[in-house]
C-alpha cells in the first residue's frame, strides 16, 4: 500500500498472523506514534532502550526497523489539520504491531479522544494493563510485592460508546420524553442523559481473550468484576455472561468459585483456572488490603479505568504503568498516562510506562529475552536509587537524573 506521508522501512519485513498465531521475522516492522506534549521525550528515551536491549538480547541476529506513524498534534501539523489520519489507521493494520505515547484528549469540547476513537475505529475490544511490583520503587503499602495482576478492560462499549444527550436539547427532551411517557421512568428535569450499551457480543470475547491470558500464562484465577448488584442487566449481564463463556469453552480447564465449594470442599482441583466475580466497590478495598487475592481481572469500560490507575498507584503511579489495546489481529501498546504538557520538551519525566509497555510488545511478539533484560535492568536501577524527579522525591539519597539520563542508566546495566 502507498502512503502520503508514512515512509516505511527499506529493510525489515511485516509481521504475519495465521490463525490467531504471529510468525515474526529476525527483523520486524513495527510502528511508532512519537505523541504529544511529553510524548517525544518519553519515546526518544525508550527506542533507544529497545533498540540496546534487542542488540544485546540477540548480537545482531535481530533487529527492530521502527516505522514513524502519525497521530495527533504532529499528526495535525503534517496533515493539514487532521489529528487522525486515516492512513495512519491503515498502516497500524498492516503492520499489527504498533506502539504510541501519550496523545491529547480536550475536556469538554473539541475533537473526540483519540485514545477512545482509535479503540473503537480498529475495534482493540480489549485493554490489557498488567500491574506489578518492581523491587525499589516507592509504594504505599505495606507489601507492595504482592500486588501482581493483569485487568482485561472492555474497550468498546459501555458509557464510553458516547451515546450522551446534553440537557436543554431537543435531542434530550425527545429521550426524555419517551423514557417517562412510554418506559415509566422517573428523574429529575432537565437531566443529562447516557446510555450505557453493554452486549453479550462484547462482554463474551473480552473474557474469553482473559481466560486464555490466564491459561497461557499459568495464572490462578480470573475474576469478573461488574456493580450487577445495582445494575443488573448492563453490569450483572457481564457477569452472567462471563460464567457462561467459561463453562461453554473452556469447561475442562476452569472451576467456578461455586463448584470449588459445592463439588470439591474448598480444595482447587489441579491444574484448574478458578473462575470467580466480585462486586466493583468491594474489590477496590480488597486490591489494597489483600492483593494477593487477585491474578486476571476481566471488567466493563469504565470499571477498568478506574481500577488500572487505582492499582497502579500502589506500585508507582501511572508513570511506570504499561498498558495494550488489543483485538484479535492487532496490537497497540501505549503508555497509560497523559501527556503533561507543563513538562514537554525538559526532558525530565519517568519515561517508564512506555518504556514497560515495549516490554509487553516483545513478549507480544515472542521476544522475552528483550523483555526479561529490560525488566532485570529497572530492577538494578531502581536499586541504585538513579531515578527520575517523580522517584527522587520519595526516595532518601536518590540521584536524579533526566528522561534521557534514565535510559542512560538502564542500557549501561544490560
Given amino acids: 500500500m502507498s502512503y502520503q506521508h508514512i515512509r516505511m522501512p527499506e529493510t525489515g519485513s511485516k509481521i504475519?498472523?495465521?490463525n490467531g498465531k504471529l510468525t515474526v521475522p529476525d527483523q520486524p516492522i513495527l510502528g511508532f506514534v512519537e505523541g504529544d506534549g511529553i510524548g517525544p521525550d518519553i519515546t526518544a528515551a525508550c527506542l533507544r532502550v529497545w533498540d540496546s536491549a534487542v542488540e544485546k538480547a540477540y548480537g545482531g541476529k535481530r533487529k527492530v526497523s521502527w516505522c514513524e506513524l502519525y497521530m495527533g498534534e504532529k499528526a495535525a501539523?503534517?496533515?493539514?489539520?487532521?489529528?487522525?489520519?486515516?492512513?495512519?489507521?491503515?498502516?497500524?493494520?498492516e503492520l499489527g504491531v504498533a506502539i504510541k505515547g501519550p496523545l491529547t484528549t480536550p475536556?469538554?469540547?473539541g475533537f473526540r479522544s483519540l485514545n477512545v476513537s482509535l479503540r473503537q475505529e480498529m475495534d482493540l475490544f480489549a485493554c490489557v494493563r498488567p500491574v506489578r511490583y518492581y523491587s525499589g520503587v516507592p509504594s504505599p503499602l505495606r507489601k507492595p510485592e504482592e500486588v501482581d495482576v493483569v485487568i482485561f478492560r472492555e474497550n468498546t462499549e459501555d458509557v464510553y460508546c458516547g451515546i450522551e444527550y446534553e440537557s436543554g436539547t431537543p435531542e434530550n427532551a425527545k429521550l426524555a420524553k419517551f423514557l417517562r411517557e412510554e418506559m415509566g421512568c422517573e428523574f429529575f428535569e432537565d437531566a443529562a442523559l447516557g446510555i450505557k450499551p453493554i452486549s453479550p457480543f462484547g462482554s463474551r470475547r473480552l473474557v474469553r481473550k482473559a481466560i486464555q491470558y490466564a491459561l497461557d500464562h499459568n495464572r490462578e484465577s480470573v475474576t469478573l468484576v461488574h456493580k450487577g448488584n445495582i445494575m443488573k442487566f448492563t453490569e450483572g449481564g457481564f457477569r452472567n455472561w462471563g460464567y457462561q463463556l467459561a463453562k461453554e469453552e473452556f469447561r475442562d480447564?476452569?472451576?467456578?468459585?461455586?463448584e470449588l465449594w459445592d463439588?470439591?470442599?474448598?480444595?482447587?482441583?489441579?491444574g484448574k483456572l478458578l473462575i470467580k466475580d466480585r462486586i466493583a466497590d468491594i474489590t477496590f478495598q480488597l486490591l489494597q488490603l489483600r492483593p494477593a487475592e487477585f491474578d486476571v481481572l476481566a471488567t466493563m469500560n469504565l470499571n477498568g479505568d478506574y481500577l488500572s490507575d487505582a492499582v497502579a498507584a500502589e506500585v508507582g503511579g501511572i508513570g511506570i504503568a504499561p498498558g495494550a489495546n488489543v483485538s484479535d489481529d492487532v496490537a497497540v501498546f501505549e503508555a497509560t498516562h497523559g501527556t503533561a504538557p507543563k513538562y514537554a520538551n525538559q526532558n525530565k519525566v519517568n519515561p517508564s510506562s512506555l518504556l514497560f509497555s515495549g516490554v509487553m510488545m516483545f513478549e507480544h511478539i515472542g521476544w522475552q529475552e528483550v523483555a526479561d533484560l529490560i525488566n532485570e535492568a529497572f530492577v538494578k536501577v531502581m536499586a541504585d536509587k538513579t531515578v527520575t524527579y517523580d522517584f527522587a522525591r520519595l526516595m532518601d539519597g536518590a540521584t536524579e537524573v533526566s528522561t534521557s539520563g534514565f535510559a542512560d542508566a538502564l542500557i549501561a546495566k544490560f
Fill in 16 to 18: 504475519t498472523i495465521s
Fill in 77 to 93: 501539523g503534517i496533515y493539514g489539520g487532521d489529528y487522525f489520519p486515516a492512513e495512519t489507521l491503515a498502516a497500524i493494520k
Fill in 107 to 109: 475536556v469538554g469540547g
Fill in 253 to 258: 480447564r476452569i472451576v467456578t468459585e461455586e
Fill in 263 to 270: 463439588d470439591h470442599g474448598g480444595k482447587m482441583p489441579e
